[in-house]
């Protein structure tokens, strides 16, 4: 019953900026952390940012740091990606993704699972983002 609704793709030009929204059930995330996943053609599925549920501290790739800001909007139900500086290398097909958090006594207990997709259970159905001048 859990379902992520995924928004904010588009194509735009290096150095522009796209904000993507995850909508979903309070109740999903207030139990649920929440990553976001790319996926360039020919390549594997990467962790790009996730958000812990219970704090609201967010994790990033390291080529992202700086210029990708996640956060949770309770007014709206959504967790976003505010994305800025965007460049080729950011292409790809964006998915939101809401799976349990590190259990006590795990190694990232309190934080998130930002490097592992198979540690999230749901998903959502993806949104293309293309930068390209």
């Known amino acids: 019953q859990v379902q992520l609704v995924e928004s904010g793709g588009g194509l735009v030009q290096p150095g522009g900026s796209l904000r993507l929204s995850c909508a979903a059930s309070?109740?999903?995330?207030?139990?649920?952390?929440i990553g976001w996943f790319r996926q360039a053609p020919g390549r594997e599925r990467e962790g790009v940012s996730c958000?812990?549920?219970?704090?609201?501290?967010?994790w990033y790739l390291n080529s992202v740091k700086g210029r990708f800001t996640i956060s949770r909007d309770d007014a709206h139900n959504t967790v976003n990606l505010q994305m800025e500086n965007l460049t080729p290398e950011d292409t790809g097909i964006y998915y939101c993704?809401?799976?349990?958090?590190?259990?006590?006594?795990?190694?990232?207990?309190?934080?998130?699972?930002?490097?592992?997709?198979?540690?999230?259970?749901?998903w959502g159905q993806g949104t293309q983002v293309t930068v390209s001048s």
């Open positions: 958000i812990v549920s219970s704090d609201g501290s967010g």
């Open positions: 309070k109740s999903t995330l207030d139990n649920y952390n």
């Open positions: 993704a809401a799976g349990d958090p590190p259990p006590r006594g795990h190694l990232l207990y309190g934080a998130c699972y930002y490097y592992d997709d198979k540690k999230y259970t749901y």
